[in-house]
C-alpha cells in the first residue's frame, strides 16, 4: 500500500472486456495496480458503457463513468478508413466535452487530489476550473509532432501505398493536432514519460521543462506469455509484429530479408500485422522474398502469446517508437529483441538480450540477427530466461505502478 491514499480522476483511454495489451491493456493494469495500492479512481471515458475486466469490475475504489458515442465503424461516417479517422476523432472531441461537466460536478462533491490523463494529450474532459487547483498529470502513447514527421519524412513510401488525397488529409489532421498538442501539454504539472528517447521528442518538439517529466515504463501483464525452454526453430523464425504502417521500417524489414537470403542465413522472416486506421503500408510487403518470408496479416490480440511461443527473435525497425509494447511482451516470452534505438521498450535491458541498432541500419540488423541465432544455437535456455527476468524487473505492473504512485505523492508533496 502506499503511505497516502490519493483521489483521482482518470481521463483519456481505457481498458476492454478481453485483457489482451495494447493501450486499453496498459490502462487495465495501471487502474487495477493503483487501486492495490490504496488510491481511489474515478474513470472517465467518452464512449457509451461496456463490459470490463471482471478484476477492475470487482474492485470497490474504481468506478467508471461512461460517456454517450456511439461511434461505430461502417456507418455512413466510418465506411471507410479516411472518413473513419477524422470522424472518430469527431466523435471522441464531443464526447469529452460532455463528460467535463460530471467531473466538475464530482469534483464539487469529492475533491480530486490529482488528474491522471492517460494516452491522449489533447482531450478535452479536463474542466478549466480544476486546473487552478488540481494538478494534471499526462501520460502520453505518442505524440502527433513526431507521427507527423514520419509521415513527411515518408511521403513517397506513403504515396506508394494510398491514395495522395488521403495522406494529404491524414498530414493536415496531425498538423492540427501538433498545434494544439503543443499548447495543451504545457498545462501538465508532469509528464509520465514512457521512454527516455520519447521524453526527449516531447522536450525537443512541444518545449515541455525537461525538469517537469518523470520516466516510467509502459507494464506487461506477464502472466499472458509462458517462457518455453525450446530449441531454436528449424528454420528460426524472425517475428516483425504490429502495425504494417508509416515508422514502422516496414521497408527496412523487407530488405533484411532479402540481404539474409542472399547471404545465405537459414531463417524465417514472419510478418505479422495490419495496417492502422490512417496508413496502410502492406503494398510494400509485396516486395518481401518468399524464399524466406511470409506476410501473414492481422491476428486477433488473443493470439499473439502463441505467435511468440513458436517464434526465435523479435525484431523492431521502428523509425519512431515511444514505447513499442511487443518488445516488453516478446522479453515475457522469453524471445529476445532486435530493435532500433528509436524504440523506447528496449532501454535499459539487458544487452544479452535486447541488440540495438540505428534506425534504417540493414546491414546492421542482418548482423545483428545472425549473431543472435549464433548465440540462441549454444545457449537457447540461458538466453530466454534472461529475456524473461528483464521482462519481470522493468515491466512487472507491481513495479511499474508502484513507480507511478511515488510519483504522484512527490508531485503532491512538492506543491
Known amino acids: 500500500m502506499s503511505s497516502r491514499s490519493l483521489r483521482i480522476a482518470w481521463l483519456g ?18 487502474l487495477y495496480g493503483l487501486t ?9 471515458l467518452p464512449g457509451a458503457e461496456r463490459k470490463v475486466p471482471t478484476r477492475l469490475a470487482t474492485q470497490q475504489r474504481l468506478t467508471f463513468v461512461w460517456g454517450t458515442s456511439q461511434w461505430r465503424w461502417n456507418r455512413w461516417y466510418s465506411r471507410n478508413q479516411l472518413t473513419g479517422f477524422v470522424s472518430g476523432l469527431l466523435a471522441r472531441s464531443f464526447a469529452s466535452l460532455r463528460i467535463r461537466r460530471e467531473v466538475a460536478r464530482r469534483h464539487a462533491q469529492t475533491p480530486y487530489d490529482v488528474v491522471y490523463q492517460f494516452s491522449n494529450i489533447e482531450t478535452l474532459a479536463m474542466p478549466a476550473g480544476l486546473r487552478r487547483t488540481v494538478p494534471l498529470v499526462i501520460q502520453p502513447e505518442t505524440h502527433m509532432a513526431g507521427e507527423l514527421k514520419a509521415l513527411i519524412a515518408e511521403r513517397q513510401l506513403g504515396a506508394r501505398c494510398q491514395s495522395r488525397r488521403t495522406l494529404a488529409v491524414v498530414i493536415a489532421v496531425r498538423l492540427a493536432r501538433t498545434l494544439v498538442q503543443r499548447v495543451r501539454i504545457r498545462r501538465a504539472s508532469m509528464l509520465v514519460c514512457i521512454s527516455s528517447v520519447f521524453r526527449d521528442h516531447l522536450v525537443h518538439d512541444y518545449g515541455f521543462p525537461r525538469e517537469h517529466t518523470t520516466v516510467i515504463p509502459n507494464p506487461v501483464r506477464l502472466e499472458r506469455f509462458a517462457n518455453p525452454q525450446r530449441e531454436l526453430g528449424k528454420p528460426p523464425v524472425v517475428l516483425v509484429l504490429g502495425r504494417v504502417a508509416v515508422r514502422k521500417g516496414v521497408e527496412d524489414v523487407i530488405a533484411a530479408a532479402k540481404l ?6 537459414d531463417v524465417r522472416v514472419r510478418v505479422v500485422g495490419g495496417p492502422d486506421i490512417s ?7 509485396e516486395d518481401l522474398p518468399s524464399e524466406n518470408s511470409e506476410y501473414v496479416g492481422r491476428i486477433p490480440p488473443s493470439q499473439v502469446p502463441d505467435e511468440l511461443a513458436h517464434s526465435d527473435i523479435l525484431l523492431q525497425a521502428s523509425k519512431y517508437e515511444p514505447f513499442g509494447l511487443t518488445v516488453g511482451e516478446a522479453l515475457a516470452a522469453g524471445v ?5 534505438d528509436e524504440v523506447g521498450a528496449a532501454e535499459q535491458i539487458d544487452p544479452s538480450v535486447a541488440t540495438i541498432v540505428r534506425p534504417g541500419d540493414v546491414e546492421g540488423i542482418v548482423a545483428a540477427i545472425t549473431r543472435m541465432l549464433e548465440r540462441l544455437d549454444a545457449e ?5 530466461a534472461k529475456a524473461r527476468a528483464e521482462a519481470e524487473r522493468r515491466y512487472a505492473p507491481e513495479v511499474v505502478c508502484r513507480q507511478v504512485a511515488a510519483a504522484l505523492e512527490v508531485l503532491l508533496d512538492t506543491r
Request: a negative charge.
Open 336 to 340: 529476445p529483441v532486435i530493435a532500433t
Open 36 to 44: 492495490q495500492l490504496g488510491h481511489s479512481i474515478d474513470c472517465f
Open 13 to 30: 483511454a481505457g481498458p476492454l472486456q478481453e485483457e489482451s495489451g495494447g493501450v486499453p491493456g496498459v490502462a487495465t493494469e495501471l
Open 380 to 384: 537457447p535456455a540461458q538466453i530466454r
Open 260 to 265: 539474409l537470403g542472399e547471404r545465405g542465413i
Open 279 to 285: 496508413s496502410d503500408y502492406t503494398k510494400l510487403l
